[in-house]
């Protein structure tokens, strides 16, 4: 019978769930995971597909890059993350629109890859 060693504690850490593993600091971060960098075919292939994009409205943005965005069209309120915060652009009361399939929310002309939060 072999000895088990027990686990060590984790301490939480939000940042690893989220996927910023090995990120520190946005404007060095080079991923293209969800809520990372925009990729570019995820912004064509968003923009290929308009019946996907829902219309909401900012309800919260965090420091640490959530964000809380109510449908127009539904009851529905979810929250997203970026990695960069959005940089500063979005803000509650901001009309958005959010890309069902490719995790990508629209704000003007600017665009963000997000992930589900």
Known sequence: MSHR???TRTEP?????MGMRGCRAAGECRSERP???LHAMQERLAGATASKW???IIVEVTEDGFATVAEFASDRVRRVWHHDAFAGAIVPGAPVAVHDV???LAHGDRRFSVAPA
């Not at 850490?13 to 769930?17: D, R, S």
């Open 54 to 56: 829902v219309d909401a």
């Open 102 to 104: 490719y995790g990508v």
């Open 13 to 17: 850490n939000p940042g690893t769930v």
């Open 5 to 7: 060693e027990p686990h």
């Open 35 to 37: 809520g990372h960098r």
